[in-house]
C-alpha cells in the first residue's frame, strides 16, 4: 500500500500563486509517476500534470505556462507551482500516483486539497 499526503492548498487571489506538495510513503519501491488531478464543482476529474521517475512532464493546456511539476526523488514528493491562478483553477485536487508495470501498475489518489482563487 502506499499513503500520500497533500498539503499546501487554500484560499487565493486572482493573479496569485500556490504550491502544492504530495508526499508519498509506504510500499513506494517502483514508483513511476506522479502527478496532479483536479475536480471543480459539477465537472469531471482532470488530469492538471504529471511527471515520470525519467523526468518527463506532461500538463493540461489550461495550465501550461503558468504551472509547473517537479518531482523530489530522494523524498518521493511531487509539487505542482501554481502561479497567476485564476478563478477557473478553484477545484479540489488529488495527487496521484502510479506504480511501474513490473510492480502492477496499481494507482493511488491522495484525500484532495481544496484550491479557492477568488478577490
Known amino acids: 500500500q502506499v499513503q500520500l499526503v497533500e498539503s499546501g492548498g487554500g484560499l487565493v487571489q486572482p493573479g496569485g500563486s500556490l504550491r502544492l506538495s504530495c508526499a508519498a510513503s509506504?510500499?513506494?519501491?517502483?514508483?513511476?509517476?506522479m502527478g496532479w488531478h483536479r475536480q471543480a464543482p459539477g465537472k469531471q476529474r482532470e488530469l492538471v500534470a504529471r511527471i515520470i521517475s525519467g523526468g518527463s512532464t506532461n500538463l493540461a493546456d489550461s495550465v501550461k505556462g503558468r504551472f509547473t511539476i517537479s518531482r523530489d526523488n530522494a523524498k518521493n514528493t511531487v509539487y505542482l507551482e501554481m502561479n497567476s491562478l485564476k478563478p477557473e483553477d478553484t477545484a479540489v485536487y488529488y495527487c496521484?500516483?502510479?506504480?511501474?508495470?513490473?510492480?502492477?501498475?496499481?494507482?493511488?489518489w491522495g484525500q484532495g486539497t481544496q484550491v479557492t482563487v477568488s478577490s
Open positions: 509506504g510500499s513506494i519501491f517502483g514508483l513511476y509517476a
Open positions: 496521484n500516483v502510479a506504480m511501474a508495470a513490473l510492480y502492477g501498475g496499481k494507482e493511488y
